[in-house]
């Protein structure tokens, strides 16, 4: 379990990255307040996910446009799939792992 700080560094509809054992992880705040973690970086040129644009399904890469789900890491436009972790809120804090 990693501790990657208070909830309340991420604005709600926002994400913001964070280096996990030398991995690059996006964890968005949705907007009703519910966290999820994926890969920070787009698959397709490297693109940096936690600026994409989220609604409470999809993130979508503020590159090239391509869309991922945010719970199963599937694209939505044709593109390989990004890793999804498993990320809660525990007294205010953002916990990443199981």
């Known amino acids: 379990m990693?501790?990657?700080?208070?909830?309340d560094?991420?604005?709600?509809?926002?994400?913001?990255?964070?280096?996990?054992?030398g991995e690059m992880i996006a964890v968005f705040?949705?907007?009703?307040?519910s966290l999820r973690a994926v890969s920070a970086v787009c698959p397709h040129l490297g693109?940096?996910?936690a600026d994409g644009q989220i609604d409470n399904?999809?993130?979508v890469c503020p590159l090239h446009l391509n869309a991922w789900d945010l719970t199963t890491g599937c694209s939505k436009s044709g593109q390989p799939p990004i890793s999804v972790y498993?990320?809660?809120e525990d007294h205010g804090r953002i916990l990443l792992g199981e």
Do not use: A
């Open 2 to 7: 990693n501790v990657l700080g208070p909830v």
């Open 9 to 21: 560094d991420i604005p709600l509809g926002e994400g913001r990255s964070y280096t996990v054992d």
């Open 29 to 33: 705040r949705l907007r009703d307040g």
């Open 47 to 49: 693109g940096p996910l």
């Open 57 to 59: 399904r999809v993130v």
């Open 86 to 88: 498993p990320v809660r």
